[in-house]
């Protein structure tokens, strides 16, 4: 079963559970590295309340989204509590994040894991409505995309599973047998 | 054929490489396609299946629209080979360089390259020593574009195994691909050079990638299956589909080195070969 969900989110996002396959659908704001940075001195461009962040370096042409697919979210896993202090309901990107970001999301929001690398998909429900921070370079801006209904796998809930966790150790499990010291 | 000018060469490579580049981000090879709607129709895992059904979408949708299959457009590494007939001269890098700046503005691609210490973007995807270009002899005057994602490449590992214990080259690939785990984009290939020294092993690592995925040796399909095996499925989600190949080359190596090389290739296996039409 699929979950519809909108922005801003509210209390919805507290009922998903990690393995839960949600569309979402609305405004979400990319951020990578120097995004994060700078919203942290600088304060938020946009209404964190309900926000979520996308954790993507997007190709954009004039007022075209023309690649779009999500980053590697664990480089912003030191940088991601500002957010939800602030409001900030769910994090979307790819590879999921630490044990820290776990806790942090308890009782506040999700972390949505979207197909790695499926840009041309991702540009197909999305258009560009804004843009701030132009300067740090295409990639490195927080751009405003207005979603329609994008695939996307609840890879950490707020009740702290994490699918990707979860996953990593049962391969590590499974590799000591494998390969017994 | 006419005795060949500088220029013409440069022109013929540079158009080349544009053309290669621009199939290659938008055309993923048919190998690799096959192997991706194989893994889609054997895989149970729900969560598994729904990622590789986007990831099949988002082939099928590049394809129609010619945009690029991901945003990571990766670093340009090509592969030429050079019949008797043409001069190996530096007109072939020039137009490699060309060509990859012109796909750069009219795919487009997204401007990768920067200085490794200052960082700065040279916004053409070329910079000192880059794009890569790799030429070899051959019968025909081909040019292939393997253009490279940082998420796989940042993954991959070396190692100066121990000679007296060749069964740990085993266990170093499959533990490359447990370490890197969701982080590269699985389903994975995996390119593993084996021998030479420590740079010739990564490059033959590097080289393997551009093999076809269909076939394997009992070796390559062991390894392949003890991958599997760890069930870190597409984007590290779970389920059974993690490598979808591992193709091995070997070269003669020192009696006291075992070089061991893996090359992560994500399932956005891009290469594209087209000749050089002079």
């Known amino acids: 079963m699929t979950t519809h969900l909108t922005t801003p989110l509210g209390d919805e996002v507290l009922d998903l559970n990690a393995g839960d396959r949600v569309t979402l659908t609305g405004m979400v704001y990319t951020a990578r590295d120097e995004a994060h940075l700078r919203m942290q001195e600088e304060g938020f461009p946009f209404d964190p309340k309900g926000a979520a962040i996308y954790h993507c370096g997007p190709v954009i042409s004039g007022e075209t989204v023309v690649a779009a697919g999500p980053t590697t979210s664990a480089r912003m896993n030191t940088l991601t509590g500002f957010l939800l202090d602030a409001g900030v309901r769910a994090l979307i990107g790819k590879g999921g994040m630490n044990a820290d970001v776990a806790g942090l999301l308890r009782g506040r929001a999700v972390y949505l894991a979207f197909t790695g690398g499926c840009a041309a998909l991702a540009a197909s429900r999305m258009k560009v409505r804004g843009v701030w921070f132009e300067e740090l370079g295409m990639p490195e801006a927080v751009w405003a995309l207005e979603l329609d209904h994008l695939p996307l796998t609840v890879g950490m809930d707020a009740h702290g599973h994490d699918l990707f966790g979860d996953v990593a150790g049962r391969a590590q499990a499974e590799f000591a047998r494998m390969f017994p010291k | ?278």
């Not at chain 2, 266990?171 to 290939?189: Q, Y």
């Not at chain 2, 009992?218 to 069930?231: A, K, S």
Request: hydrophobic share 40%; proline share 8%.
């Open chain 2, 1 to 278: 054929m006419h005795t060949v000018t500088e220029k013409e060469l440069c022109q013929a490579v540079s158009d080349a490489t544009r053309q290669a580049l621009a199939i290659a981000e938008t055309h993923l090879p048919k190998d690799v396609t096959a192997a991706l709607q194989a893994a889609y129709a054997s895989e149970k895992n729900p969560v598994a299946r729904a990622e590789l059904g986007a990831i099949l979408e988002n082939i099928a949708l590049a394809e129609e629209t010619n945009r690029p299959i991901c945003q990571d457009t990766g670093v340009p590494v090509i592969f030429i080979t050079l019949p008797p007939e043409i001069p190996l001269t530096a007109a072939i890098e020039e137009g490699v360089r060309d060509g990859v700046a012109r796909a750069t503005a009219s795919v487009p691609l997204r401007p990768n390259v920067v200085s490794p210490m200052t960082r700065a973007n040279s916004g053409t995807n070329c910079g000192e020593g880059m794009p890569i270009v790799h030429i070899s002899p051959g019968d025909t005057f081909t040019l292939t574009a393997l253009p490279k994602g940082a998420g796989s490449e940042n993954v991959s590992r070396i190692a100066m195994l121990l000679p007296s214990r060749v069964d740990d080259i085993r266990r170093f690939v499959v533990e490359t691909a447990l370490e890197a785990g969701g982080r590269p984009c699985p389903p994975i290939i995996l390119g593993v050079g084996i021998g030479g020294t420590f740079d010739r092993a990564a490059f033959l690592a590097k080289e393997a990638l551009l093999d076809p995925i269909g076939d394997m040796n009992p070796f390559e399909q062991q390894i392949c299956d003890d991958v599997n095996r760890l069930g870190i499925g597409p984007m590290g989600l779970g389920g059974t589909t993690t490598c979808l190949a591992v193709k091995v080359k070997q070269a003669g190596c020192h009696t006291a080195s075992l070089p061991v090389a893996v090359n992560i290739q994500c399932w956005a296996a891009r290469r594209a070969t087209v000749e050089v039409v002079l």
